[in-house]
């Protein structure tokens, strides 16, 4: 893994080398992304980008978008080198030497490396595989208010789960953080994929001190590459932890990207459909090779195979990669993006052979 002290999906380059693969005929299944991405006028954003400027440091023009939006002021709003610089920027921000972080797993490694990078001490609390990982409201908010963490990370929809919540479940996780002096970070990167999500309607900024909301511009639109999240919270959160934020993190190609993204009304309503049919076709599929399979609210799916990282090996032989889910606590899972039906086809038939 190098350097980096989280699991990720998605090609690794090094590990391809080192296995003697070639990424010309491999299919990635482990990133979470629309697969009919990026939309056309993006592409053309691009090619017709001035490279050499350097790019807004305020994001002018996309936070006034997305202030228009979510129904909010510009300064609500820090546009951020991905989502992750906004789950690392509110970690620095937040925490200190000594604090407690909750975070509600199983769920994205990054938020208790940027809490521990911080100096906080990290307690999980768990939902169980056997429960369909449904989160007990309940029992984290009184794990919040005996804990009481100066910071509880939150993701809804969740990954690698694909569990969401209701509006008023994190309402109360939010007023349970408030009570206990504390912030809830919320993760919504993956919200914008939820069936039946209508995508040309944002949620209304919060009006909640104690609430920060992360979003992504990259898991819907096929973007990430590019590098394009933001917080949403009260101006003073804001203003609070935009100092950490280095010059320039957002650069001009991302900016354009986001804007153009924005501005295409078309794309999203056009392929989320297809999306979630590949999904159901994929899920059916691996469901007929006899292996337990999980989707929550979210296309992905979570297959238990009795061991992760030896699935993950066997397919990368045959050009296809999944997330094996040791990383996530879950051993015996992987996680499988759907991409496009003819691909999920080839995945299928791979699977097939590494059963047989």
């Not at 592409?43 to 202030?67: G, I, K, Q, T």
């Not at 990207?257 to 049919?277: M, N, V, Y």
């Amino acid at each position: 893994m190098g350097a980096d002290a989280v699991a990720h999906g998605a090609v690794n380059e090094a590990e391809l080398a080192a296995l003697g693969i070639t990424t010309a005929a491999l299919l990635d299944f482990s990133s979470n992304l629309n697969p009919f991405g990026p939309p056309a006028p993006v592409r053309a954003a691009l090619a017709a980008l001035d490279p050499a400027p350097y790019p807004d440091r305020s994001c002018h023009r996309l936070r006034l978008v997305l202030a228009a939006r979510h129904g909010c002021d510009p300064a609500q709003l820090l546009a951020t080198n991905g989502a992750n610089e906004a789950i690392h920027l509110l970690a620095r921000a937040l925490l200190q030497a000594g604090d407690s972080a909750l975070v509600i797993g199983p769920t994205f490694g990054e938020y208790a490396h940027a809490s521990r990078l911080a100096g906080a001490h990290v307690v999980e609390w768990r939902a169980e595989a056997s429960g369909g990982f449904a989160v007990d409201v309940a029992a984290v908010c009184s794990t919040i208010a005996r804990l009481r963490p100066r910071l509880t990370w939150l993701c809804a929809p969740n990954n690698p789960t694909g569990v969401d919540l209701p509006a008023v479940a994190l309402a109360t996780i939010a007023s349970a953080c408030a009570e206990a002096g504390g912030w809830l970070a919320l993760d919504r990167a993956y919200a914008g994929l939820r069936r039946g999500t209508n995508p040309l309607i944002d949620e209304p900024a919060t009006p909640s001190p104690r609430l920060a909301v992360i979003h992504s511009l990259t898991k819907s639109y096929g973007l990430a590459g590019l590098r394009l999240g933001y917080l949403l919270a009260e101006e003073s959160l804001i203003a609070h932890v935009a100092p950490f934020q280095p010059a320039w993190s957002v650069n001009s190609a991302a900016q354009a990207a986001g804007l153009a993204a924005l501005a295409d009304g078309a794309f999203l309503p056009a392929t989320l459909p297809q999306l979630w049919a590949a999904s159901d076709g994929l899920h059916a599929g691996v469901a007929a090779l006899g292996l337990p399979v999980w989707r929550g609210a979210l296309p992905f799916l979570l297959v238990e195979t009795g061991a992760g990282a030896a699935t993950r090996a066997a397919l990368l032989a045959r050009g296809c990669l999944l997330r094996d889910c040791a990383s996530f606590g879950l051993p015996t899972w992987v996680r499988v993006a759907p991409r496009r039906p003819e691909e999920n086809a080839r995945l299928l038939a791979a699977w097939r052979e590494v059963l047989r």
